[in-house]
């Protein structure tokens, strides 16, 4: 995690609905009272409450701090300010910063948002030249460059963490290659693979999710500062050299655009949603085979719970809360999405609620992804519970096949070996404990190799084709594997 997304810490008490509002009685605008000049009458408690976003928005500081000292170096360069007011600025700037990083800074009730709260230290700090740095700029241009700037910070932070997911996936694959698995549809058995397959069955919509999120990033990355309230500002600002300061790639091209447009929360909010849908699937896979019913692996007890009446109970929380919360993330994608689709203005106060979502789904990822990457790490894999489940049935196509190459039409196979299943059934003798003659009481097609169709590791061998479970073909899938790991998404 990068040093400016540490969550800052609050120094003072956010406002709360027993706050009273400061007294009527407008201050000058240049006065250096705290919150005096703010409102000509105070608002209800109940409203502030409702209003004030302080508690959510104030993870930005570091990031309005940032965006902030870009634009007074930009509002300086067009002339508004003097170099000394620019360079006490910038000043105050880095000390409100430091005090964020101290856990330092101490919020005043009348903070109602994170701008507010900043502006209102450096007028503390600095003065005079406080007044003029919101010259030219809106709440509605200033929220949105910060919320960018954080949101790059977590899609970088997060990249790494889905992509030790994947390397604890490939360790997996390496280390599970003799291990020979049912590999099911329907939850049926249908044809052995190697576990080392299944493992990187979970690995490759990883790598889509992270080649999403560095295309998501892409789009994120485009400054919306000095687009002003909705119009324009009308500060003569370079705003190409605006983004150059920020590490932005480009500029927004419509101001109205710049300050009411979410997509890329939303579609960080979806790209969170689908890594889920991932994560979920594979922990889902990992529940059921953690199960005394399967059994072919273990967890550690470092990542397992227990039970607070059943002295035996060793549960896979882990995974069921990647199950879980992935649940969450659909709905704070649906949320957001729902949030955004009538919005008649360039800002409209429900644009507030942006950000809940987008820290909660955040947060989750940055508790969990470690977890399954410890987790895959650490659990342990019973290969002759795995082997020994493998029902004989599984080899049913391979017996097709062996027919299939003694000149008999597949469709015609499908159905003969369809009746050696039904008789296996009716006799209770697995097919592979079947003799030759029982095989050509069926059919003559059959013949003394019969069983060599019947060797689950031929079977899998027999897979050889790109992507497929052979164990060559694993192989040179573990070292595409390793490739897109060490390669940019
Ligand atoms: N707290 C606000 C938000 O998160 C900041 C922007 C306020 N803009 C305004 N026009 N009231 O959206």
Do not use: C
């Amino acid at each position: 995690m990068s040093e400016e997304q540490q969550r800052p810490a609050a120094g003072g008490q956010p406002p709360t609905s027993n706050h009273q509002p400061p007294a009527a009685g407008r201050q000058s605008p240049t006065s250096h009272t705290l919150w005096g000049g703010r409102f000509q009458s105070g608002p209800d408690p109940r409203f502030w409450a409702l209003n004030a976003s302080l508690a959510v928005d104030q993870r930005l500081a570091l990031h309005d701090v940032r965006g902030t000292a870009a634009w007074v170096r930009a509002i300086a360069d067009a002339g508004v300010l003097t170099p000394a007011e620019r360079d006490a600025l910038l000043r105050g700037l880095d000390a409100i910063a430091d005090e964020f990083r101290r856990g330092a800074f101490a919020f005043a009730p009348t903070d109602e948002d994170i701008h507010t709260a900043i502006e209102r230290r450096l007028k503390e700090l600095v003065g005079e030249p406080a007044l003029k740095v919101h010259t030219g700029r809106s709440r509605n241009d200033q929220v949105v460059t910060a919320f960018r700037l954080w949101l790059r910070d977590a899609v970088d932070d997060l990249d790494a963490l889905v992509r030790d997911v994947q390397a604890a996936l490939v360790a997996r694959a390496e280390a599970d290659l003799e291990v020979l698995a049912p590999g099911y549809t329907h939850l049926q058995q249908a044809q052995p693979i190697l576990l080392s397959h299944w493992w990187l069955a979970h690995f490759w919509p990883l790598q889509r999710d992270r080649q999403r999120l560095a295309q998501l990033r892409a789009r994120l990355n485009v400054l919306p500062l000095g687009s002003g309230a909705l119009a324009g500002t009308t500060v003569p600002v370079d705003r190409q050299a605006l983004a150059h300061a920020l590490g932005f790639d480009a500029i927004s091209p419509n101001s109205w655009d710049a300050v009411s447009s979410r997509d890329f929360a939303a579609e960080f909010l979806f790209w969170a949603a689908l890594l889920g849908v991932h994560l979920s699937r594979l922990a889902e896979g990992l529940i059921l085979f953690a199960s005394r019913e399967f059994g072919f692996v273990t967890l550690h007890d470092a990542f397992s719970s227990g039970s607070s009446l059943m002295p035996q109970k060793k549960n896979p929380d882990g995974f069921e809360l990647a199950r879980g919360k992935s649940g969450a993330w659909v709905g704070a994608l649906t949320g957001l999405l729902t949030t955004l689709k009538a919005l008649p203005s360039a800002y409209d106060k429900d644009l507030q609620e942006d950000k809940a979502p987008v820290f909660r789904v955040y947060d989750d990822l940055r508790a969990l992804l470690p977890v399954l990457a410890a987790s895959l790490r650490t659990l342990r894999v019973h290969a002759d519970r795995a082997a020994a489940a493998l029902d004989p049935a599984t080899l049913a196509t391979d017996l097709a096949d062996y027919l299939v190459a003694k000149g008999i039409p597949f469709r015609e196979a499908h159905h003969i070996v369809g009746q050696v299943v039904q008789q296996a059934l009716a006799r209770g003798v697995p097919i592979t404990r079947w003799t030759v003659d029982d095989f050509r009481a069926v059919h003559p097609a059959f013949d003394a190799d019969v069983h060599q169709a019947l060797d689950p590791w031929a079977a899998v061998a027999r897979r050889d084709v790109p992507g497929g479970t052979a164990p060559q073909r694993v192989r040179e899938q573990l070292e595409q594997a390793r490739q897109a790991l060490q390669a940019r998404p």
